[in-house]
């Protein structure tokens, strides 16, 4: 056992290895992104449909193991992937962490601010590392959007602004709209992401208001939108939407918005958009970055594609960061204050619409 540069105990033996807990359809191209990222190797999966888990682990030569609790307690496991519904993911990945697993665990990294908090001790107190499953980090359009604004060519950013929607007739799951699975409702569930990568933009986030509505489809606990304006450190703003009444389809959406210019980055259809001057006020220069080879395999093979190149680029991140490497993996701590923020808007429980206005630790 080797410690890199920044504390996180590393098993220097390669090829990394993967246990994989949830064989669904995000625990399916998760187990993909396994193959096809780099010298890793699939070695256990489990499910509580042992078929499901069969098939998967058939397809990428891994074992099966009847119980979760096995498949954490295996030698031969370096990194756990939990796929798993939220309400599952404290127990997992704290069992997994003090075995002396590293864990990658699905958005949200939690139902509550006190279940991130007590995975992240886990982590902490073993010297593991904890990642959350922000994939969206790994999107063109969002990286070039990083990029962009680190280039200073919007100058000074001033404010983000940002919206993700879909209708909520087109869950797959219904415990996407379970309070008690997921520990609220659209923040949790699309708006997470959106959560993460606000303050990804903004920075750290110092003080919260919102309000929520529950007028359309009145799951109980569960938000139909959730409306936040944030506060940075440092001052900055961003204003936010996640909603389950998005009746034209599904968007996504992030605007930042500098001294000279603003850039925004879009998903389903990937597309970076920026504008911007030599000085204030002075004459707008445009260009549209349309990422032509990630449209033509999205319309291909679907959205899929797209979720499992990202999937492969967070594995990457992950194996860096086992290096002492900094990359833009989300950690725990990003998956701890997603969460504390739609818990300040929405606390999971919404009989009537509320506002919340919570200064973050």
Known sequence: MAFSSNGIAINTQ????????????????????????????????????????????SRHGAAVER?????VARKDVDVILVSTPPTLHATMCVQALQSGKHVLCEKPLARTPTECKDILKAAEANQRLLATGFNYRFFPSI??????????????????????????????????RDADVMGGGALRDNGIHLLDLTRYFLGEVAEVQGFATDVS????????NGFAL???????????????????????????????????ASCFPMITRVAWSQEVGGRTRRRLYCFPLTHFWERL???????????????RALAQELQGRPTELAKGYDGLRAVEIAHAVQPGIVPEHRAAAVRLA
Request: proline content about 2%; some cysteine; hydrophobic content about 40%.
């Open 301 to 315: 093979r679907s959205y899929r594609w797209v979720v499992l190149q990202s999937f492969i680029q967070e594995l």
């Open 67 to 71: 119980s979760w609790q096995a498949l």
């Open 230 to 264: 944030l506060r940075s450190s440092t001052g900055k703003i961003a204003s936010l939407q996640a909603s389950w009444t998005e009746w034209k389809g599904y968007r996504f959406e992030i605007a930042l918005y500098g001294t000279k210019g603003y850039i925004q």
């Open 143 to 176: 990286q070039k959007a990083r990029a962009l604004l680190d280039s200073g060519l919007i100058g000074e950013l001033d404010h983000v602004r940002s919206y993700a929607g879909y209708s909520a007739a087109t869950h797959s799951h219904s415990w996407l």
């Open 14 to 57: 390669s090829p990394l290895r993967f246990g994989l807990i949830g064989c669904g359809d995000i625990g399916q191209i998760r187990a993909r992104a396994v193959a096809q990222a780099g010298p890793f190797r699939l070695t256990a999966v489990s499910d509580l449909v042992e078929d499901r888990a069969r098939s998967l682990a």
């Open 217 to 224: 489809w009145r799951f109980p606990g569960c938000e139909d």
